[in-house]
């Protein structure tokens, strides 16, 4: 017949089976089909495999590409048959399969030891989101911060050589870090359990070898441990979340508030009587603190297309959406459980919130929203403690959980986690993740998934779409 739809290259026994027409498509230019206008007559058992090997047969790239396939927006995780029977379709429908680059598993590249647990991991690279005037690092050159429980900032090159350690004395942090983040490529903040983020320069050899951190200033106003940190460097700010329920907002610039006097240290005006000779260390204090939750604010962000509106998420079990300009809450999800740890996923407009209850749980943050969770990601067997996500696919999400491991999303796939990392080295399973807990991660396009935890390791892990090679 005229009309008729042509047949994949297939061996004879798929042949004999019942066949249905697919449309092919694709996003991605690259990896389009010559001609995918006409659909394709395909067996009705094909799964993903036999799939991917009839685009490849289309494709003039020497190797095969590893591919997955969706329907409406959602993963094919079984036969087409058993798709077809379980929505109630025939096979005299034409079927169209958008197709993707599938995600090859993550490998252990490299580790970072240090000497006590690593609270949180940062990355300056090509593709980091921060504003700057400084020029980026080259490709092969990308720098990577790390924060420790042992009071120091260590700043590493991607061969596991430590280019700058912080002080410890005048001018460092007095106890333990919770987090720190790259401000500029010359800039670092950092906060921790001494209740101060402070500011810190970052100076490089022209040889890329070595480099030097040298505090800047000290902020003072919280009451509590500082446990995470936002930054936007085009408007100076930082925003923090705290253990004493409040979120801060802080200025850089020299119009910054004058530090309160009942929150320096005593040793402070000493230290300025008896050390004439060098310059103080600027101090400052809050631009504002925003109070309105009821228990420790575990994570801050700003909101991704507009830096005047910042979300918050507490132990007290809700989102807070501020109004920064204005210093007001503009609006207040509520979950079932404490919420641990915030990022954004601006192309869906959602918000994900890790849990104490082991799951993720992605939140609509407009006030217009009919409800609060969009959908929930299962899999952790502990707290999720630190989210990233994917710096290419608009789906895509990291984790990072108490139970030792990282997790890699879609949220296309149905709530179940394409990839699990484990902590290389651990020998067994760990129950609750006791001794090797994730503490914090950064999914990097050019350096792919880094994580840090009580193991006392930095550990990076990279495989084709994750991390330099990927789309």
Request: net charge neutral; glycine share 8%; charged share 20%.
């Amino acid at each position: 017949m005229a009309d008729e739809a042509p047949s994949a290259g297939l061996a004879p026994d798929s042949q004999l089976a019942s066949q249905i027409k697919v449309q092919f498509t694709t996003r991605h230019p690259d990896i389009a089909l010559p001609d995918n206008s006409a659909p394709i007559l395909v067996p009705t058992n094909l799964r993903r495999y036999g799939l991917s090997t009839i685009v490849n047969h289309f494709l003039p790239a020497e190797k095969p590409i590893p591919l997955d396939f969706l329907i409406n927006g959602a993963f094919l995780r079984s036969s087409i048959d058993a798709y077809l029977t379980e929505h109630g379709l025939s096979s005299e429908t034409t079927l169209t399969l958008e197709y993707v680059r599938a995600l090859v598993p993550p490998t252990h590249l490299t580790s970072f030891q240090h000497d006590n647990w690593v609270s949180s991991v940062d990355v300056l690279s090509q593709s980091s989101a921060i504003s700057h005037d400084e020029e980026l690092p080259r490709q092969g050159s990308e720098r990577i911060l790390s924060s420790s429980y042992d009071g120091l900032l260590r700043v590493w090159n991607t061969s596991a050589q430590v280019l700058a350690t912080s002080i410890s004395t005048s001018g460092g942090h007095a106890g333990p870090l919770k987090t720190a983040k790259f401000f500029s490529p010359a800039q670092i903040v950092s906060s921790g359990f001494d209740r101060t983020i402070r500011l810190w320069a970052l100076s490089q050899d022209p040889d890329g070898l070595a480099a030097n951190l040298t505090p800047q200033l000290e902020l003072y106003g919280h009451r509590a441990s500082v446990d995470a940190l936002a930054v936007h460097a085009r408007s100076t700010r930082v925003l923090s979340a705290s253990a004493d329920h409040s979120v801060g907002v802080w200025s850089l610039d020299a119009s910054a508030p004058a530090a309160p006097t009942s929150l320096l240290p005593a040793t402070s005006a000493k230290r300025r009587k008896t050390s004439a000779p060098s310059a103080p260390l600027r101090q400052a204090g809050p631009v504002a603190l925003l109070k309105g939750h009821t228990a420790p604010v575990s994570s801050v962000i700003f909101a991704p297309n507009d830096a005047t509106v910042a979300y918050s998420a507490s132990q007290d079990h809700t989102v807070r959406t501020w109004d920064l300009p204005t210093r007001t809450l503009v609006d207040t999800r509520t979950t079932s459980h404490a919420l641990l740890s915030l990022t954004s996923l601006p192309s869906l407009t959602l918000l994900a919130a890790g849990t104490s209850a082991r799951h993720i749980s992605l939140l609509d943050p407009r006030v217009s929203a009919q409800t609060t969770s969009a959908l929930t990601l299962r899999g952790h067997g502990n707290a999720v403690v630190a989210l990233d996500r994917d710096p290419v696919n608009e789906y895509g999400l990291l984790s990072g959980s108490h139970d030792g491991t990282c997790r890699l999303w879609d949220v296309r796939a149905g709530g179940e986690a394409v990839f699990v990392i484990q902590r290389e080295g651990v020998q067994g399973k760990r129950v609750g993740g006791e001794g090797v807990k994730v503490f914090d991660v950064r999914w990097d396009r050019e350096v792919g998934i880094v994580s840090a935890g009580e193991d006392r390791r930095v550990q990076i892990n990279r495989g084709e779409g994750v991390g330099r090679g990927g789309n």
